[in-house]
Nanobody, 122 residues
C-alpha cells in the first residue's frame, strides 16, 4: 500500500522560511516524480513545483526563486524549502507521487498525502 505523508507545516512570520517534508512508502520511490501543490480556502488547488525521478526540478512561475524542491531517494523523501514567505502563501500544502508526464497536472498524480497547514502571519 502506497502512503504519502507530509510534515513540517506550521505558523511562520512573513519573510520567514519553512521546510516541508514528504515521505513516500509502498513502492520504489526513486522511480516516480513528486509534486507539491497547495490549496487556500475558497481557491483551487495550485501547482507549486515538482521533481522528476532523476532529480530535475520544475517550478511554477509564482514561486520560482523562493521555493526549492529536492529529493533524497535514500530516505524516500522529498522536500519543499520555502523562503521569503508571504501571507498569501497561507494554505494547505500537499505532496503527490506519480509517473507523470505533465508535472503541473494534479490529475496525473496517483497518490496524495493528507496535507499540512502552513500559515504565514503578517
Amino acid at each position: 500500500q502506497v502512503q504519502v505523508v507530509e510534515s513540517g507545516g506550521g505558523l511562520v512570520q512573513a519573510g520567514g522560511s519553512l521546510r516541508l517534508s514528504c515521505a513516500a512508502s509502498g513502492r520504489t520511490f526513486s522511480s516516480y516524480a513528486m509534486g507539491w501543490f497547495r490549496q487556500a480556502p475558497g481557491k483551487e488547488r495550485e501547482f507549486l513545483g515538482a521533481i522528476r525521478w532523476n532529480g530535475t526540478p520544475y517550478y511554477a512561475d509564482s514561486v520560482k526563486g523562493r521555493f526549492t524542491i529536492s529529493r533524497d531517494n535514500a530516505k524516500n523523501t522529498v522536500y519543499l524549502q520555502m523562503n521569503s514567505l508571504k501571507p498569501e502563501d497561507t494554505a494547505v500544502y500537499y505532496c503527490a507521487s506519480g509517473s507523470v508526464g505533465r508535472l503541473w497536472r494534479a490529475d496525473e498524480y496517483d497518490y496524495w498525502g493528507q496535507g499540512t497547514q502552513v500559515t504565514v502571519s503578517s
